[in-house]
Each structure stands twice: as structure tokens, then as C-alpha cells.
């Protein structure tokens, strides 16, 4: 086995010593005057899904980008496994190598890529000349779509490409894609936007499998029955400002219409 092969294998996720995948304190976000985060405190723990709800313009994106590495925060700490990062310095590819992965819809696949090609964008294994072992890729390809996000359906192959799958077969290519790169968090931006009733049932039964293997999950989606169908804990935000933390158990879903109803009239 080439060293190129050991470093694209995937891990078990969950391991080593920490309590909090990531963890936000005091996090504050100003674009000029708009004062687009405020104060957030939140964390992240190991095997939960945390749905992330609120309004256009509430924050979500912002706090998002802000984990991620796309946007420096104006002022807070940020720890990833407990440990405080340098927010300085930080990066959407250190997001990566942090083991956060941010799935946006379908729009990181290639629609005319096979499969297998979409598994290993940037990630590709070579042997030592530098070539690519196809047969190698479509192997664990296979096994992905077997094993890991369950499809058995005889008409989707690792040489079908993108533009041949349904709307939710392709976000389950996508996130099948970051639980085998060993990604500790998932980020799901809408992942059931636009989709037939049959299509989100297909998601939804992807995002219970990412709690399955051990890892994290940020959902965030305006479609309250969906979100709370598989969140262990709702996050409110509203004007940038976390508002509630609930579990599904203890809100509703039109506890939860009616509270964000609220929000909007109070404004």
C-alpha cells in the first residue's frame, strides 16, 4: 500500500479525548454598523444532530462562515476538540483538516463527473508516479454508496454520473462523500430545499446515518418538520442573537411555528 493510499483512507469518527467538537463563546460578528452576531455561546457535542433554525437574515450564514473559516469573528473563542483555534488564522482548509466539512446542496458536485470522480475531488489517490488509481478509487466508491449511505438500487453505479440522480440522491453523494473523508462535523445547508416528498425522506434518512457512524450534524432548514423529525436539540437564532436551545421533545412543531411567529411580530 502507497503512502498515497494511507492518507486518503477514512477513519472511525468520534475518537481521541475531547467533549465538544466545537465550541463557541462570546462570539460577536460586525459588517460595519450591522451587528450581525452577538454573543453566541455554543457547542457542539459528539453524535448529535443540532438543528440551526431562524429567519433570512437571522445569522445562521454568518455563524456558519464564521466556524468555517470563510470570515474571521470580530471578537469570541472558537475551540475545535476543545482546543481554542487561532481565528487569525484560520481557514475554510483548515476548517477540512479540522475534520468540518460543509455540504451545500449539490453544488460541489460535478453533474457530468462519475460517481467515483465525485468522491475523491482534491482527494484523488495516486501511486507513486503520480497517476491515479481508478480502480482503486471506484472500489471504495462502491463501498460508499453500499455501506455508507445505504444506496442498493441496481440503476446507480460509481460510473453513473451526477445529472442521472435525484435531487436526493445527490445530497446523499455529498454527504456520503464528507462521513467517508472522516469529517467529525457535517454541515447541511438546506438539504431538502426543493425536493419531492420521496427526496426528503431519502435525506433525512441520510442525516439519521451521520449520527449512526459516531458524527456531528448542524442542520440548517426552514422546513420545521424536517429539522425536527431528527435533531436532538433546536437552535433558535433571531437577529443574530441565540434565542432558544430546546430539545424537539420539549417544543412542538407548532410550539415552534408560533414561537418563531412571535419573534417576527416583536421586531
Not at 82 to 91: E, G, K
Not at 147 to 153: C, H, K
Not at 175 to 183: E, K, V
Not at 223 to 247: F, K, M, P, Y
Request: charged share 25%; net charge positive; glycine share 10%.
Amino acid at each position: 500500500m502507497t503512502a498515497g493510499h494511507e492518507s486518503h483512507r477514512a477513519a472511525p469518527a468520534g475518537g481521541g479525548d475531547f467533549t465538544h467538537i466545537v465550541r463557541m463563546e462570546g462570539v460577536q460578528k460586525f459588517f460595519g454598523a450591522v451587528h450581525a452576531l452577538r454573543d453566541i455561546n455554543l457547542a457542539i457535542g459528539r453524535n448529535e444532530i443540532v438543528g440551526l433554525i431562524g429567519d433570512n437574515g437571522a445569522g445562521k450564514s454568518t455563524l456558519i462562515k464564521v466556524l468555517t473559516g470563510v470570515i474571521p469573528p470580530s471578537a469570541g473563542r472558537v475551540y475545535v476538540r476543545d482546543r481554542p483555534i487561532d481565528l487569525n488564522h484560520h481557514s475554510v482548509g483548515m476548517a477540512h483538516a479540522m475534520s468540518i466539512e460543509t455540504v451545500y446542496q449539490d453544488k460541489s458536485l460535478g453533474e457530468k463527473q462519475p460517481l467515483w470522480r465525485n468522491f475523491f475531488v482534491g482527494r484523488q489517490i495516486t501511486n507513486r508516479f503520480g497517476f491515479i488509481r481508478i480502480r482503486e478509487q471506484k472500489r471504495i466508491a462502491g463501498d460508499i454508496l453500499l455501506n455508507t449511505i445505504g444506496f442498493r438500487g441496481v440503476g446507480i453505479t460509481v460510473d453513473s454520473t451526477v445529472k442521472q440522480l435525484s435531487g436526493g440522491e445527490r445530497q446523499g453523494i455529498a454527504i456520503g462523500r464528507a462521513m467517508h473523508f472522516n469529517s467529525d462535523l457535517i454541515i447541511l445547508d438546506e438539504p431538502t430545499v426543493a425536493l419531492a416528498v420521496k427526496e426528503v425522506r431519502k435525506v433525512l434518512d441520510f442525516v439519521r446515518r451521520i449520527k449512526q457512524s459516531g458524527r456531528a450534524c448542524i442542520y440548517i432548514e426552514h422546513n420545521l418538520a424536517h429539522v425536527h423529525e431528527v435533531a436532538d436539540r433546536l437552535v433558535v437564532l433571531d437577529r443574530g442573537e441565540i434565542v432558544a436551545d430546546v430539545s424537539p421533545r420539549d417544543m412542538t412543531v407548532p410550539e415552534l411555528t408560533e414561537y418563531l411567529i412571535g419573534l417576527q411580530q416583536h421586531r
